[in-house]
């Protein structure tokens, strides 16, 4: 294949996936039509994960007027913010549970675009910025849950940064310090300290909020352009218009999570489910309180991780991401039916691992 | 031969026990509430009365280890004491039920919920101080309690707030409707006076 040939299918494989002449307000409002069948509730998942973003934009900014990010004042200036702001605790609860539903929503989210199989072509550059956002989504859990500078959070980090370090011992040659070097290079220091603090500091409000906002201009772009995927084998029998419709819609759902998320911040402390030890200040020469363990969207790795050898589980990983990454092409030619039930197994295997996953650990183990 | 995972190692080397001041109150909570608690629920120092740190016996000075004889001296109830030791709620215990019975519930550790005051909520979050006691969660802290408690008791609170809020949502909801429809409609009117338009000027 000549250069200009191999030019030519890159302009090609682009203008496919980006069609300039798509680029105007008529096409990708006016004229846009979104499906209605048994799966529509798939497409508000992915509106609903934004919402749940624009909050923790919004309640994160709050919070930032307040807290102290050093080791020495993280913990007082939460507590501060809680105790002494007025509608401190509000929102600050606002941004806890938000977090939650935001990795409960983009995994659903996931799910529901793999089951409908809404990768296919032209949408390949959707479906991987979408696997590139559920990733940004999770490192904004691993940052965040460190930032309070309490028992639960040093500690679960401490194992969760141990955890990239043991990679190397898999790796051949030189390969095998790279994970040591990772490791340290996120922490900073020889311990987890006020440099781990500084840089999950900077990741999690300036690096991953900047990550995020490009990956979603490019999603949200590529959604427009190409609009709704069908979601089902049999054609619709009813298409409605995006605007204003569907958008009508999906703000009513914004609403109704709005709605849920206040009641949610006002009447349960997110805290409230775990055992207050954990929430004490970090003291690197006290005693640990039990139950420290990650935040609850880890534990489908966590607890086979906890039960499994470590090289199982880290292939598992290495496996799946390449899975994901490179869905539309493995399952191009798999049939929607089979692309469900896929799907559902996944979801099964992801309530199971969250909801007993403890349960299962100590079955094992005793 | 089995590998210990090296996670398992790491949780077993930062996981080191307190001693706790009153291990038979400390068994009976967490046996009843399944919840881990440590001494801070009713001392200063979470890792109890004994060592030198803040609120431990020997970092008290001499007017603070004064203060502490005098509450160690409150056998009967209602002596106000105020120990340096023990936090507002093990203050709280002493002063409603005296040292000498709290001596003697030791072998009874259930039975201290049935002697505290039945109305004290000393963090106002709706749920009992000894209900709190039984439950595991801490008396002093307001976002720590049983969450389907702490939502009752919101609920019962912020009621107000919330159909507040349900109001501006709903209120809101509909005139963004009618702003959108009004947008949408006068889009596509002038689109339709565009075509009109191109037909009779071609």
């Not at chain 1, 102290?68 to 600050?92: C, F, K, N, W």
């Not at chain 1, 781990?196 to 490019?218: D, K, Q």
């Not at chain 1, 703000?251 to 206040?262: D, I």
Request: contains cysteine.
């Amino acid at each position: 294949m000549s250069v200009k040939e191999a030019i030519k299918n890159v302009e090609s494989y682009v203008g496919e996936r980006f069609p300039v002449e798509k680029m105007n307000y008529a096409s990708m409002v006016q004229k846009k039509e979104v499906p209605v069948h048994q799966l529509s509730w798939g497409y508000y998942i992915g509106g609903l994960a934004l919402f749940l973003f624009i909050v923790q934009i919004f309640t994160g900014l709050m919070l930032l007027f307040y807290y102290q990010p050093t080791v020495s004042d993280a913990h007082a200036s939460v507590e501060y913010i809680t105790e002494h702001v007025p509608g401190g605790a509000l929102v600050r609860n606002i941004h806890s549970w938000a977090s939650s539903m935001m990795i409960a929503a983009v995994m659903i989210h996931l799910l529901t675009t793999f089951a409908m199989k809404a990768f296919a072509r032209p949408r390949e550059i959707t479906w991987i910025t979408g696997v590139v956002l559920l990733g940004v989504t999770f490192m904004f859990g691993f940052t965040g849950y460190l930032l309070p500078w309490h028992q639960i959070a040093v500690n679960a980090t401490k194992i969760g940064l141990q955890t990239i370090e043991e990679i190397g011992q898999y790796l051949p040659g030189e390969l095998a310090t790279w994970p040591r070097a990772i490791k340290e290079t996120i922490q900073g220091e020889a311990s987890v300290g006020q440099a781990t603090l500084s840089r999950f500091f900077a990741l999690h409000v300036i690096i991953l909020p900047l990550s995020i906002a490009a990956m979603l201009g490019i999603h949200l772009l590529s959604v427009q352009l190409h609009g709704m995927s069908a979601g089902v084998d049999e054609a619709p029998k009813r298409k409605e218009k995006f605007f204003p419709t569907f958008f009508l819609k999906d703000l009513k759902v914004w609403g109704v999570a709005f709605l849920v998320l206040f009641i949610l911040g006002l009447c349960v402390p997110f805290e409230s489910f775990f055992a207050y030890p954990l929430f004490s200040p970090f003291d690197p020469k006290g005693s640990t309180p039990d139950g420290i363990k990650p935040e609850w969207y880890f534990f489908w790795v966590y607890y086979p991780l906890e039960l499994l050898p470590f090289w199982m589980i880290m292939l598992g990983q290495v496996v799946l991401g390449a899975v994901l990454v490179a869905t539309p092409w493995i399952f191009q030619n798999t049939n929607r039916r089979a692309m469900r039930l896929l799907a559902v197994a996944a979801g099964i295997y992801l309530i199971v691992m969250t909801l007993f996953g403890e349960n299962i650990y100590h079955l094992f183990k005793g | 031969m089995m590998r210990t995972s090296p996670i398992i190692l790491l949780v077993l080397f930062v996981a080191t026990p307190a001693l706790h001041a009153n291990p038979e109150f400390h068994r009976f909570i967490v046996k009843n509430s399944g919840r881990s608690v440590d001494c801070a629920l009713c001392h200063v120092n979470r890792d109890g009365p004994e060592g030198t740190g803040p609120g431990q016996v020997g970092h008290l000075t001499p007017a603070e280890l004064e203060k502490l004889g005098r509450a160690r001296a409150a056998l009967a109830p209602g002596m106000k004491p105020e120990s340096p030791i023990l936090n507002l709620f093990g203050n709280h215990i002493i002063n409603s039920i005296g040292k000498q019975k709290f001596a003697e519930l030791r072998l009874a550790p259930e039975q201290l919920a049935k002697t505290l005051p039945k109305d004290s909520d000393l963090d106002h979050d709706g749920i009992p101080d000894a209900q709190e006691y039984l439950d595991g969660t801490h008396p002093l802290m307001k976002s720590d309690g049983r969450p389907w408690l702490l939502f009752k008791n919101n609920l019962r609170t912020n009621l107000l707030q919330i159909l507040l809020a349900t109001g501006a949502t709903v209120i809101g909801l509909f005139g963004l409707r009618h702003l959108l429809n009004g947008f949408a409609i006068a889009v596509n009117t002038d689109e339709n006076d565009e075509d009109e338009n191109k037909e009779q000027h071609p």
